[in-house]
């Protein structure tokens, strides 16, 4: 078996790349980065007019293929038609990026104690973290079976699905001029997809799909200076991540750069889980 070159086994031309939450600050870079690699990608998000809007962007800077298709993910029907038609439109799926998330329609309700935390909350950010996650896997998956050739699937997750929020940072620190806490669904909702992640790595191995999850730490998005401040102290490289440090890291899943990887969890934390 002849060795490719290191720069080859990163590149995407020929494959087709779905993207959900897609016009989040993560997924915007993620859409950009595949496209860059040469993937025709497909931009998921709520709104169609927007996702559309986003894909002519990627389009007209890179000269690949994209489309932009809105899906409501804790919506089964809306979940089906939108892999359907992305599936047609670009000639299959060979990588999934299940990143929709949530943070529900009431941020005061969100960001509520956990004392007097609502189950309606809980559930709406459920709907999406997590249901949503399992809908996109699982109509993603089944295209991919029937396909026969495979595919790699990446979920992301969150740091604070892999440990516990040191709840300290918080102490005078605001995000979009609110006071802000990382609540247990969210946390409880990120640890499910590491376990979702596992699952399926073992399950579909034998169909040639490779599941894998991404972790972000924490990510610089409008928190004020003592928020970053706090929070750059518990890390050892001394800083908050920028949204273009998590690409890295999902490209490789995407490519034959990880083609014997499966079932892990890539931590992009600047080390503040080694501590």
């Known amino acids: 078996m002849s060795q490719p070159e290191a720069k080859a086994v990163f590149r995407l031309d020929g494959r087709s790349a779905l993207v959900t939450g897609a016009l989040g ?18 931009v998921i998000d709520l709104d169609e007019d927007k996702s559309k809007e986003f894909a002519g962007e990627l389009a007209r800077r890179y000269g690949t293929r994209t489309i932009g298709v809105g899906c409501d993910v804790s919506s089964p ?13 670009l000639g299959g799926v060979d990588v999934l990026l299940n990143n929709a998330a949530t943070k529900g329609a009431d941020l005061a309700a969100f960001f509520a104690p956990f004392e007097h935390y609502s189950l309606e909350t809980w559930r709406e950010v459920m709907a999406v973290n997590l249901e949503g996650m399992f809908l996109v896997a699982q109509a993603v998956g089944r295209h991919m079976i029937e396909r026969g050739q495979g595919g790699s ?27 802000i806490n990382t609540p247990a669904v969210y946390a409880a909702s ?61 490209l490789y899943l995407a490519s034959d750069a990880s083609s014997y990887v499966t079932g892990q969890n890539l931590v992009v934390d600047g080390g503040l889980t080694a501590w």
């Not at 979940?79 to 359907?84: C, F, G, I, K, Q």
């Not at 699937?153 to 006071?179: F, K, W």
């Open 153 to 179: 699937i990446i979920q992301t997750a969150s740091i604070y699905g892999v440990v516990a929020p040191d709840n300290r940072i918080y102490e005078g620190s605001r995000y979009l001029d609110r006071e």
């Open 190 to 250: 990120k640890a499910a997809v590491l376990g979702l992640t596992r699952y399926l790595a073992a399950y579909w191995a034998m169909q040639h799909i490779r599941v894998n999850s991404i972790t972000p730490g924490g990510v610089q998005s409008g928190q004020n200076d003592e928020f970053e401040r706090r929070y750059s102290a518990r890390v050892p490289l001394g800083r908050m991540a920028h949204a273009d440090e998590m690409s890295g890291a999902v």
């Open 25 to 42: 600050i993560l997924g915007r870079r993620f859409c950009a980065a595949l496209s860059q690699q040469g993937a025709r990608v497909a």
């Open 77 to 89: 029907a809306s979940v089906v038609a939108m892999t359907a038609r992305v599936a047609s439109e």
